[in-house]
């Protein structure tokens, strides 16, 4: 038995504008009793799984969350995301992917992605997340006048009660013996963690913190272990790796998406780091699996 998407509207690589509003993907699936939607990588977007009925788990960064009937999971951007459904009572879920190019949202998107980086915080109920998602798949499925407007609308409801949502959720403090310096540390790994594709410059972290990059860069040395630079250049070649096995992006497609100067420039450093080129490691990985 196959699983069976009912709807399923990607627009990953070219997301259309609602109102300010950019639609990645939509979609519902009903899954079969085995069904595994494997690791995939997020790039810039938010995301929201909305569980419609049975049961099933859902993994991100290597963490595992069980997922039921009414549960609304959200992913964050440059989430590594997979999810598993239960044999007994097989998954049935709505999806929708999304940024926003609205000012006046960014600020509660940079909130949202440092209260809940925590995978343990993801899952929420919102009766009205859900109904309003179902409007805009059955939009998509009889297209006509006006679907544009309705969609935009359906759209920012989504994304205002989201945040409605969220900012009702009292944050679990991380921990009770935290210093300022190590506080100040986590929230700029966490700007890099979930902006290393738009990221152009550390120096952002300077208007992030009010802080001159100068001492931020000393602070975190001193409390980490590592440079700022360290930490970002490790992060954007793990992520590249994970984009390699994934194999949706081609090398060049991932060396501009991570922002590096070039293909040529991204192959040294991912050479230098795991030993083979991004060709060679994606080959050797294919490989590897045929033999399994």
Request: with cysteine; proline share 3%; net charge negative.
């Amino acid at each position: 038995m196959e699983s069976h998407y009912h709807l399923d509207k990607s627009y990953l690589w070219a997301p259309v504008d609602y109102e300010g509003i950019r639609l990645c993907q939509i979609g519902r699936l009903y899954c079969s009793p085995h069904t595994v939607v494997d690791t995939h990588i997020h790039l810039n977007w938010f995301e929201l799984t909305v569980v419609t009925d049975g049961r099933g788990e859902i993994e991100t960064n290597g963490v595992v969350c069980p997922v039921g009937r009414g549960d609304i999971y959200l992913s964050l951007p440059c989430d590594a995301h997979k999810i598993t459904s239960d044999e007994k009572e097989p998954l049935k879920y709505d999806f929708f992917s999304f940024y926003t190019e609205r000012e006046d949202y960014h600020r509660e998107e940079e909130r949202i992605a440092e209260e809940y980086l925590s995978t343990d915080r993801r899952v929420f109920r919102d009766e009205r997340i859900r109904s309003l998602i179902g409007d805009a798949i059955a939009a998509f499925s009889q297209e006509g006048n006006y679907t544009q407007d309705l969609l935009a609308s359906i759209f920012r409801q989504i994304v205002l009660y989201l945040f409605r949502d969220l900012a009702g959720q009292a944050p679990t403090p991380r921990s009770h013996t935290v210093l300022p310096a190590e506080m100040l540390c986590y929230r700029m790994m966490n700007y890099i963690d979930t902006h290393i594709y738009s990221l152009k410059s550390l120096g952002e972290l300077s208007t992030l913190t009010g802080y001159s990059y100068g001492y931020l860069s000393t602070l975190f040395k001193k409390t980490t272990g590592e440079t700022l630079a360290e930490y970002y250049h490790k992060k954007r070649l793990e992520l590249s790796r994970l984009l390699i096995l994934e194999g949706r992006l081609t090398i060049t497609e991932i060396a501009e998406a991570l922002n590096y100067a070039s293909v040529y420039v991204f192959s040294r450093a991912f050479s230098a780091r795991f030993g083979l080129s991004p060709r060679c490691y994606r080959q050797s990985e294919r490989e590897k699996k045929h033999q399994l």
